[in-house]
């Protein structure tokens, strides 16, 4: 069948599967992967209507985490029947393989941030901590990206963190210094507040590692008819401190206070049950680890709010200022872990956020109010 005019090498990939342009849906929302949605044939599902969902990688894409497997698929693989809440994954036909779409929504359109979420989810959500928590990197026989050698050794959260760090330092902070010169300095932020940051959260006690999903937020869950709770997105997963996966999760869900409290009790009994020690230390390190999430956001959000405009150039001032109060917000929240001497402005973030789009002096005389 003859590719769309204009389409993209997913989309042609995804009509030649289907059969039919008219049954493909997408791109969905992603950063990731451009993802679209197609039946699958029932000789490979059976006579209940199933979609799958065909993604594929970006091109050029900035990564803001640390990948730690080769393949998400041969991750996703190993853990069918492990992991309960990830969607299948369905042979098509040769050497094609889709992940089952799941129809539902996702946590985030039914409990927006900073709502709390109902309880039979948030016991869902526990569940799935508890079995992550019992897949060790020895039971896990997926490659990886790193060699042996350059990982953290078993149980050096230390380390772990500290690999971390160095990604946001060289791949996401050191690149895109030479891509923007002067952006991050004239946002209060230097080269030096790397060091800053590692003396911050120095000092992490020791806990067994598991597999850590890296990216559960509202919008990597799915709650379909059912009220079953599924995880999709697993290309940050990584082997590590399993405290991270809490934290990255804290950070990322944004529950009330009460709430957030309350699943940090919760995931440390669950874990203990799972992982002995996977919760040691815990009422030290969790802050340090959140506010590590806090600063690595400075860095990502950044970048991200030059991207976001720049991909929209009929965008008017509005959209650069909400943009500007974006990065003002990430910067007051990580001025402590970064000990940043002093913050900009909102109208300081603004004005070097328009530097980048030539709207310097179109941002001046349109700014809108509040």
């Known amino acids: 069948m003859p590719a769309e005019r204009g389409s993209s090498p997913a989309r042609e990939r995804a009509v030649e599967i289907s059969g039919d342009p008219g049954v493909v849906e997408g791109p969905l929302e992603g950063y990731h992967h451009e993802t679209y949605v197609i039946p699958l044939p029932a000789e490979a599902v059976g006579p209940l209507p199933i979609r799958g969902k ?62 709390e979420v109902p309880e039979d989810i948030a016991v869902q959500v526990l569940h799935l901590f508890r079995q992550l928590a019992r897949v060790s990197q020895w039971s896990l026989d997926v490659e990886r990206v790193c060699d042996p050698d350059g990982r953290p050794d078993e149980g050096d959260s230390a380390g772990f963190l500290d690999h971390l760090i160095r990604f946001a330092e060289e791949r996401v902070y050191r690149e895109n210094a030479v891509r923007f010169p002067g952006l991050f300095a004239c946002l209060g932020v230097d080269a030096g507040c790397f060091s800053r940051l590692r003396r911050h959260v120095a000092g992490l006690h020791e806990r067994p590692f598991c597999l850590l ?35 990255t999760h804290l950070h990322l869900m944004r529950y009330p206070k009460a709430q957030q409290d309350l699943m940090a009790k919760r995931w440390c009994e669950a874990m203990e049950e799972e992982l002995p020690g996977s919760s040691g230390g815990w009422e030290e390190d969790l802050p340090r680890l959140l506010d590590f999430k806090r600063a690595q956001s400075v860095f990502t959000d950044i970048v991200r709010a030059i991207e976001f405009v720049a991909s929209r150039p009929g965008a008017g001032p509005s959209v650069l200022r909400q943009q500007a109060v974006k990065v003002r917000q990430v910067l007051a929240s990580a001025a402590r872990p970064l000990a940043l001497e002093s913050l900009p402005s909102l109208d300081e973030v603004e004005g070097e956020l328009a530097r980048w789009y030539g709207w310097r002096d179109r941002s001046r005389r349109a700014r809108p109010s509040g």
Request: charged share 30%; glycine share 8%.
């Open 54 to 115: 065909l993604r594929e990688p970006r091109n050029n894409l900035l990564w803001f985490d640390r990948r730690s497997f080769v393949s998400e698929v041969r991750l996703l693989r190993a853990l069918q029947g492990r992991v309960a809440a990830i969607p299948e994954l369905i042979d098509v036909v040769e050497g094609v393989c889709l992940q089952r779409f799941i129809e539902g929504r996702t946590l985030g359109s039914l409990h927006a941030s900073g709502e």
């Open 213 to 247: 999903h890296g990216d559960l937020h509202r919008e990597n869950f799915i709650v379909d008819g059912h009220r079953r709770l599924w995880t999709i997105d697993w290309e940050l997963a990584m082997v590590g401190d399993p405290l991270y996966d809490l934290a």
